[in-house]
């Protein structure tokens, strides 16, 4: 694991020693979360939103986890967003990973639940494919 809590931009990610050590495509499948201009989404291309949510955030913490020489997830930890609804939480609020086997990325938002008190997290995962003959331009 390898640890980030100062990148100040996106552009950050592909300039980080951990991130631009391999292009290989075992890694293409984060290009293509982090820097893709368009996704596949219904059967149309459509503006990559998954860029935004991996935009570093004053106190949040990345973690890489790889697989041998591969990157298999990436997660951001930020605590502030669940202490300030007092929900006891101790995951990830971001989580993006990749199936090596099924070519599918995983995308897990968390967020504190909208009942009152609030008492847990809500996840909402989204599932991608990834097709890497398209290299790091697109995911589906």
């Given at each position: 694991?390898e640890?980030?809590s100062?990148?100040?931009s996106?552009?950050?990610?592909?300039?980080?020693q951990t991130?631009?050590?391999s292009t290989?495509?075992?890694?293409?499948?984060?290009?293509?979360?982090?820097?893709?201009k368009l996704?596949v989404?219904?059967?149309?291309w459509?503006?990559?939103?998954?860029?935004?949510?991996f935009v570093?955030?004053?106190?949040?913490t990345?973690?890489?986890?790889?697989h041998?020489?591969s990157i298999?997830?990436?997660?951001v930890?930020?605590s502030s967003?669940?202490?300030?609804?007092h929900?006891?939480?101790?995951?990830?609020?971001?989580q993006?990973?990749?199936?090596?086997?099924?070519?599918?990325?995983?995308?897990?938002l968390?967020?504190?639940?909208?009942?009152?008190?609030p008492?847990?997290?809500a996840?909402?995962?989204?599932?991608?494919?990834?097709?890497?003959?398209?290299?790091?331009?697109e995911a589906y």
């Amino acid at each position: 694991e390898e640890f980030f809590s100062q990148l100040v931009s996106l552009s950050g990610w592909s300039d980080s020693q951990t991130y631009s050590s391999s292009t290989s495509v075992c890694n293409g499948w984060l290009q293509s979360v982090l820097f893709g201009k368009l996704i596949v989404r219904r059967k149309r291309w459509v503006k990559n939103f998954l860029r935004s949510l991996f935009v570093p955030k004053i106190g949040q913490t990345a973690v890489v986890k790889r697989h041998g020489h591969s990157i298999s997830t990436l997660e951001v930890w930020d605590s502030s967003i669940f202490s300030s609804h007092h929900v006891e939480y101790s995951g990830p609020v971001l989580q993006a990973s990749f199936d090596k086997s099924s070519s599918s990325v995983s995308i897990t938002l968390a967020h504190p639940c909208a009942s009152s008190p609030p008492s847990s997290a809500a996840k909402l995962e989204l599932v991608f494919h990834y097709h890497p003959a398209d290299g790091y331009r697109e995911a589906y």
